[in-house]
């Protein structure tokens, strides 16, 4: 990574490979999530200090409910445990917190908790982490075209006037730049439905690494990576980000 250099305003992340780590070292897939969590708080906290405007972090899908039942209520558990215990030191760090996904199906606890983070960290300006819970890339095009077509309905929206804006205003992610980079763990080469719309430029950068080792100079080599790129969307020539 060269701090001089380009870097990305938005780094979005799926974080996979926990169990795998957990299975080949003999372990539970529970104690790969707990071991996953401490590279959760390096990479916020290296996020932050490098100047990111916003880092999305996966933590929950759509899908996973249809995971065993502990280990749902596990990670369910450590999210709401971790969050309280970390608030105060985002919070100190500037750090806005906030939430990405469906609030349908989410336990009311962990939504209290969320909400409460959210709104004690609101008017922070450094670091925006959004974390992406419940969260679904079918599932935020469907509720952003169910508001838009209410507005039609109501009247207070014409449909010649829905363009790509409105249509990111309607996505979870209202008010974010779209990533510039996505980064995938564990070696899986594909994107689990995961902010669908936001990612169509991003440049995408997959490591072998299962996330329980994906260290803070994992991220910068990532970030290198990045800036050694060419960002065209679509034109000849470098429009911005990457190369330089
Ligand atoms: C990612 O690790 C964490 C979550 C999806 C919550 P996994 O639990 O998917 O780990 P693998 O892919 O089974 O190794
Ligand atoms: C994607 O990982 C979701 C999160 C990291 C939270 P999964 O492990 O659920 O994805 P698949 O099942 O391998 O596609
Ligand atoms: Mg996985």
Redesign the pocket.
Same mark, same amino acid.
């Given at each position: 990574m060269d701090s001089k250099r380009d870097m990305p305003r938005h780094i979005a992340i799926i974080?996979?490979?926990? @169990?795998?780590?957990a299975?080949e070292r003999g372990l539970l897939?529970t104690q790969?999530?707990l071991e @996953?969590v401490k590279r959760v708080d390096e990479i916020v906290e290296a996020s932050s200090k490098m100047g990111l405007k916003a880092l999305t972090l %996966?933590?929950?899908?759509t899908e996973?409910w249809t995971?065993p039942e502990d $280990?749902v209520s596990m990670?369910m558990q450590t999210l709401v445990t971790v969050l309280e215990q970390k608030l105060r030191k985002l919070h100190d760090n500037g750090v806005r917190f906030r939430v990405c996904g469906s609030r349908d199906g989410a336990p009311k606890f962990v939504l209290h908790t969320f909400d409460k983070a959210a709104e004690y960290t609101k008017d922070n300006t450094g670091l925006t982490l959004n974390i992406a819970f419940n969260y679904g890339g079918r599932q935020e095009i469907l509720d952003a075209v169910r508001g838009i077509a209410q507005e039609v309905k109501a009247g207070s929206l014409e449909p010649s006037a829905i363009n790509e804006n409105v249509f990111s205003d309607h996505l979870y992610t209202k008010g974010l730049p779209d990533p510039d980079l996505l980064i995938r763990t564990?070696g $899986?080469l594909r994107i689990s439905n995961f902010l669908l719309w936001q990612l169509s430029y991003a440049e995408f950068y997959f490591t072998e690494k %299962?996330?329980p080792d994906f260290t803070p100079a994992e991220l910068e080599k990532a970030i290198g990576d990045y800036q050694r790129r060419e960002r065209r969307f679509g034109s000849i020539r470098t429009v911005s980000g990457g190369g330089a």
């Open positions: 974080m996979d490979g926990n @169990g795998r780590w299975k897939r790969g999530h @996953g %996966y933590t929950f899908s996973n995971r $280990e990670l564990s $899986e %299962y996330w």
